[in-house]
């Protein structure tokens, strides 16, 4: 069940961001109907009945003047003096046009537009349609914060008997360990260590291998030099005269 719940917040959290993407890219990949919205668009700027369209036509910066020029001759079916601007931003400077025209000429008016530089967005502007994505969107949100509000509740339940659990885990070592290396009867005692965030872990194994060393040659002597500590940890790993785990159950950022 968990993991059904996880998977299903993962998709909500993979789909909120690409349909919330408002204003990254131009005008020629944003999506319009984050661009023209009812704030922007006049009931009577866009005309679809049976036989008239319109036309949503990006302009390249600095082109407005000679699409003003051309866009009626771009097809013979062209409603003059229909173009209008929107007024929207494009952080490359490009504009969003409108223009009305018969549509058994909006597939000329788009090859003929692209020889210009002129690009002809795929857009039919319905406020029900804007209103309804908006709605999508807004649920979508809901949907994925309860989603994570269930997960998180999960996690504080499931928390604490895993860390029970782990600690455990480490007592039962430290006692195999012990009685390994010190055999039965058992005769040893177990601490835990919390050491400061600036440690010096040289410094702190120095210390404790001075307080765990028992007089009569265990530890240093034992061990032996540096050097051959060195060799040691290289044939199988590190070794003290103590037995120890590392334990760290939160992970924190470095300060």
Known sequence: FSRVKAATFTELKGMVPSLTKKDQGTLMQRDLIDVLTPSVVDRDDFVETEHMTTAVVCVPRGSEKEFLGCYETLESYVVPRSAKRFEVDDKEGNSLWRVILFKKALESFKTNARAKRFTVREFVYSREKYEKAMDQRSNLEV????????LKQICYAAFSDVFVAWV????????????????VPPNFAAYMVKPPVNRNDKRIRQELEATFTPKGG???????SSGDASQMEADGGEYYPYVYLTFTPLATKQQ
Do not use: P
């Open 218 to 224: 265990f530890g240093k002597n034992m061990i032996g």
């Open 168 to 183: 455990h885990l480490k007592a039962m070592r430290v006692f195999v360990e012990s009685v390994l290396r010190y055999g």
């Open 143 to 150: 949907e994925k914060t309860r989603q994570e509000t269930f």
